[in-house]
């Protein structure tokens, strides 16, 4: 769920800026679920964030920008 919420509102932030067309949000959101290497390992609160970041900036270099 943290790689799906984190990549959909950049995704959802490039098309709010013009950036994506509306299905470029699910299409980029896809392509980092699948770049994400999947584990059943539970996760602290410390992983998660990094999870969060990492989906970010794989988010933003999908669309080719950085919102920071």
């Known amino acids: 769920p943290a790689v799906y919420n ?5 995704a959802v932030e490039g098309f709010a800026r013009g950036l994506l067309p509306f299905p470029g949000i699910w299409q980029t959101v896809r392509k980092v679920i ?14 998660i964030f990094e999870i969060d970041k990492w989906a970010r900036q794989t988010a933003e270099a999908e669309i080719g920008t950085s919102f920071r």
């Open 6 to 10: 984190a990549a959909n509102e950049i």
């Open 34 to 47: 699948e770049k994400y290497p999947h584990s059943s390992e539970q996760k602290d609160l410390n992983a």
